[in-house]
Each structure stands twice: as C-alpha cells, then as structure tokens.
Nanobody, 124 residues
Framework: VQLQASGGGLVQAGGFLRLSCAAS????????MAWFRQAPGNGREFVAG???????IYADSMKGRFTISRDNAKNALYLQIDNLKPEDTAVYYC???????????????????WGQGTQVTVSS
C-alpha cells in the first residue's frame, strides 16, 4: 500500500504547480484523501481534502489559490496551486483515511496512509 507524491519543484513567485499523488496496492476510492504541508520549523498543516463522495474542503487560509481534485479511475489525487507565494514553500504530503466529518479533516491521526512528500520551493 503506497501513496507516491510528485510534481514539486522550484518555482518563482506567481507561478503555479500541480501536485500529484498516485495510490497503489489498494483501491483508495473507498477513502477520503487530503493534502497537508510542512514548512521548515513548523508543524504539519492541513491544506485541502477530497471525500470519497466527491466533496472538497479547504483550510480557510488556502481558499482561492488551491484546488484539490481526485480521479478515482486512476486512483490519483491532485493539488493545483496557483499564484505561488514564498510562504507556500513546504513539503507537501498526500494522505488517505476515513474522515467521517468535515471538521475532522485537519486531524492527522485520522489518516492511515501517507505519501513520502514532495518539496515545493517558491522563490521571490
């Protein structure tokens, strides 16, 4: 069972990135999925979630520039980040689990599966 995050890189401020998370070894269509990020010196924070039923939820500070989507046919999760800012610099992680309520998406302990992370670095 594996989640493989990719798509990170070094980008100038104002640019965009599309992160991908490929799932294998399990049908993640039954799971709720999410993206978290961890900036240097900070704890891991919730970015956005995509439920198994198709709903999406975003951290308040992430609304507007972040778009989460999933393709159940490909067993994949995506995160589009537009108008990148230096403060978006972080390692981005995808995760999967059973999240019964929207307000529980922020709880890292709810997620049974984690990807290894992909580094996003935004230069000013």
């Amino acid at each position: 069972v594996q989640l493989q995050a990719s798509g990170g890189g070094l980008v100038q401020a104002g640019g965009f990135l599309r992160l991908s998370c490929a799932a294998s070894g399990r049908n993640f269509n039954r799971d709720d999925m999410a993206w978290f990020r961890q900036a240097p010196g900070n704890g891991r924070e919730f970015v956005a979630g995509a439920s198994r039923s198709g709903g999406t939820i975003y951290a308040d500070s992430m609304k507007g520039r972040f778009t989460i989507s999933r393709d159940n046919a490909k067993n994949a999760l995506y995160l589009q980040i537009d108008n990148l800012k230096p403060e978006d610099t972080a390692v981005y992680y995808c995760a999967a689990g059973n999240i019964p309520r929207n307000w529980l998406y922020v709880d890292q302990h709810r997620y049974a599966y984690w990807g290894q992370g992909t580094q996003v670095t935004v230069s000013s």
